[in-house]
């Protein structure tokens, strides 16, 4: 990793003062998953790891998504929020983190089996973004003569959602959000183009089985994933699978 100096002149009565130099960070290039656009970033700085060292004493998932936030926000060009879906602001993470700490985290797991301790160490690098094969965004509801659009949920939605996942309001809310449209063979209909009244009109002429199509693109949406085979003391072979922010975030 460079780093390039460049020293910062002070003057005073026409005459210059040394001082101490200032550090340009690199700059490095991402493609955000959702929508493919190029961003440039760079890494977070010791004043930055601050923040993140609070949230993780913190613990709790507001807290980390919020430090999270003000990183990419200090450390990406001209990031838009509202463009980004949860996952994509997992994978810029890691992609940061990568170039600022390390490419390489170390921790231990208790496997489920032995119930011996297993020393993980894996390259960010390697940590994909995850779709699961049955994923679509366009699917047709049952029974019906019409086809729903979803899009992803941002992350203020999936904020609000961890901070009050056991409440169904809160979680029929965020399937409605992020209904982007529905067609039939004639019309397309752009659900941010309705009050929202109409919305849930709409919302609640549906039946448990549409409900369950909707909550299926949830189930299967991407997310950041790593799978790590690991050698036992008995040489017999597991496998360690952690997936979502919260998990890498150590």
Same mark, same amino acid.
């Given at each position: 990793?460079?780093?390039?100096?460049?020293?910062?002149?002070?003057?005073?009565? =026409?005459?210059?003062?040394?001082?101490?130099?200032?550090?340009?960070?690199?700059?490095?290039?991402?493609?955000?998953?959702?929508?493919?656009?190029?961003?440039?970033?760079?890494?977070?700085?010791?004043?930055?790891?601050?923040?993140?060292?609070?949230?993780?004493?913190?613990?709790?998932?507001?807290?980390?998504?919020?430090?999270?936030?003000?990183?990419?926000?200090?450390?990406?060009?001209?990031?838009?929020?509202?463009?980004?879906?949860?996952?994509?602001?997992?994978?810029?993470?890691?992609?940061?983190?990568?170039?600022?700490?390390?490419?390489?985290?170390?921790?231990?797991?208790?496997?489920?089996?032995?119930?011996?301790?297993?020393?993980?160490?894996? =390259?960010?690098?390697?940590?994909?973004?995850?779709?699961?094969?049955?994923?679509?965004?366009?699917?047709?509801?049952?029974?019906?003569?019409?086809?729903?659009?979803?899009?992803?949920?941002?992350?203020?939605?999936?904020?609000?959602?961890?901070?009050?996942?056991? =409440?169904?309001?809160?979680?029929?809310?965020?399937?409605?959000?992020?209904?982007?449209?529905?067609?039939?063979?004639?019309?397309?209909?752009?659900?941010?183009?309705?009050?929202?009244?109409?919305?849930?009109?709409?919302?609640?002429?549906?039946?448990?089985?549409?409900? =369950?199509?909707?909550?299926?693109?949830?189930?299967?949406?991407?997310?950041?994933?790593?799978?790590?085979?690991?050698?036992?003391?008995?040489?017999?072979?597991?496998?360690?699978?952690?997936?979502?922010?919260?998990?890498?975030?150590?």
């Amino acid at each position: 990793m460079t780093h390039i100096l460049t020293r910062c002149a002070k003057y005073d009565n =026409n005459k210059e003062f040394i001082m101490l130099p200032k550090i340009e960070l690199p700059k490095y290039e991402l493609t955000i998953p959702s929508n493919s656009k190029k961003i440039k970033y760079t890494p977070f700085t010791l004043k930055h790891e601050k923040l993140l060292l609070i949230a993780k004493e913190a613990g709790d998932v507001k807290s980390i998504i919020l430090a999270i936030e003000q990183i990419i926000d200090l450390c990406v060009d001209g990031v838009k929020f509202d463009d980004l879906s949860f996952f994509d602001l997992e994978y810029i993470f890691m992609n940061i983190r990568s170039k600022s700490v390390s490419n390489e985290i170390t921790f231990k797991i208790k496997d489920d089996k032995t119930d011996e301790y297993i020393e993980i160490i894996f =390259n960010i690098d390697d940590v994909k973004v995850h779709t699961e094969e049955t994923h679509t965004k366009i699917f047709k509801l049952s029974d019906t003569n019409y086809t729903i659009e979803m899009k992803y949920p941002t992350i203020n939605m999936y904020t609000e959602y961890y901070e009050n996942g056991d =409440n169904p309001e809160i979680r029929l809310n965020m399937l409605k959000k992020c209904i982007y449209a529905l067609y039939d063979k004639d019309d397309r209909y752009i659900f941010s183009e309705f009050s929202e009244n109409d919305i849930n009109e709409f919302f609640d002429s549906l039946t448990s089985d549409h409900i =369950n199509q909707i909550e299926d693109f949830f189930k299967t949406m991407p997310r950041i994933r790593y799978e790590h085979s690991f050698k036992r003391s008995d040489q017999s072979e597991g496998k360690f699978v952690i997936e979502g922010l919260k998990s890498f975030f150590i």
